[in-house]
């Protein structure tokens, strides 16, 4: 007996049709790599937008003004500064804020053994990077409050991120009206009663939310 062998056509035939399945394989591989990827991304910029908006939300609400510690330096404080990013535009061919924000919060988790109180100072605010290619979100903490060292002097900063591209922040001092050109509380004496956060990431969503300060 002679056993036949397969013919160049047959073989060539298979190898078209295993590349065939290959292809298929690989790009089905490929869309759920990409899927997971691009879901992943979503998680982690909803985590750092929840982060931060929970973060200020905090020390926001925590706000704590108290004039008879205010002599004769000022230590209690809630300063907003408007800042428009230097004519900057977003997506939304909106202008792009740079508001900053420093206050003093209830909102220390104080150390175990330490003299620290619950009220410290915090703040948020904008550094352009070192390379001039954009900006990064970064906080403030002064921990102790001293009359030697006055509100808005002291403290020790850190970068957060540089993915947010806009911080926009509202005032009220009624939950009616509302500002956008910053608060002083040197000037007003007291806290709003409200403040509105818009932070915007640079895939260009938009995180807001509302938050009522308790003092």
């Known amino acids: 007996m002679h056993s036949q062998g397969f013919t160049l056509l047959e073989v060539l035939l298979a190898m078209a049709i295993l590349a065939v ?23 982690d910029e909803t985590d750092l937008a929840r982060t931060l908006i ?3 939300s905090t020390d926001i609400a925590n706000a704590y003004i108290n004039p008879s510690m ?3 330096a000022v230590l209690t404080i809630f300063y907003g500064k408007k800042d428009e990013a230097g004519g900057g535009v977003g997506a939304g061919n909106e ?29 948020y605010f904008f550094k352009e990077k070192a390379d001039g290619k954009g900006y990064s979100l970064f906080r403030k903490e002064k921990r ?5 060292v006055p509100a808005l002097d ?16 509202t005032y009220s001092d009624d939950g009616l009206k509302w500002t956008d050109n910053g608060w ?15 932070l915007t990431l640079d895939t260009g ?6 938050v009522d300060v308790g003092n």
């Open 21 to 43: 399945i290959m292809t298929v394989i690989y790009m089905s591989f490929s869309t759920a790599g990409r899927n997971v990827e691009q879901a992943e991304a979503i998680r």
């Open 54 to 56: 929970s973060r200020l």
């Open 70 to 72: 205010n002599s004769p």
């Open 95 to 123: 202008k792009i804020r740079h508001d900053s924000i420093s206050l003093t919060t209830l909102s220390n988790w104080r150390k175990p053994d330490s003299n620290e109180m619950e009220l410290w100072e915090v703040g």
């Open 144 to 148: 102790e409050l001293s009359k030697d």
């Open 154 to 169: 002291g403290g020790v900063e850190y970068e957060i991120t540089d993915r947010v591209e806009s911080l926009h922040l």
């Open 184 to 198: 002083d509380s040197r000037s007003l004496n007291k806290p709003p009663k409200a403040v509105e956060i818009a």
């Open 205 to 210: 969503k938009v995180y807001t939310t509302r």
